[in-house]
């Protein structure tokens, strides 16, 4: 056994996996940023896209004074989804309503997901 079978175990060395330079990503422009909404105040952890254009955005209870915490992008503003009352959590039935999303995302069937962790301001679990 030699220090190169030691090195490899009793695989055999991989081949050559250089791309070539034609197949690497480039910084060629794709086109102009477009900006669809600006947020002052609770930054939102999670943005996610429909397959019609629709934005979503989840801003969690964490600290910072949040009225909703999962919104539409409407006109270049956070609208609560899928309405105020959702985003209002009811001390009487804490299950009826959203408590603290830390994430959003739409999936490839054009499903809205969204993850509720029911902790707010990272304590336990309400």
Do not use: C, H
């Not at 409407?74 to 989804?81: C, E, I, L, T």
């Amino acid at each position: 056994m030699t220090n190169d079978d030691f090195a490899y175990g009793s695989v055999s060395k991989p081949e050559n996996t250089t791309t070539p330079a034609k197949d690497l990503p480039s910084d060629e422009p794709m086109g102009a940023l477009e900006p669809v909404a600006y947020f002052n105040g609770a930054m939102p952890t999670g943005v996610t896209v429909s397959q019609g254009g629709r934005i979503f955005v989840n801003f969690p209870k964490w600290g910072d004074e949040v009225s909703f915490t999962v919104a539409e992008i409407r006109d270049g503003k956070p609208v609560a989804y899928p309405d105020e009352g959702m985003n209002q959590t009811n001390p009487q039935d804490r299950a009826a309503a959203l408590m603290s999303v830390q994430s959003v995302v739409v999936d490839p069937a054009d499903r809205l997901w969204i993850l509720d962790t029911g902790s707010p301001l990272l304590s336990f679990v309400i």
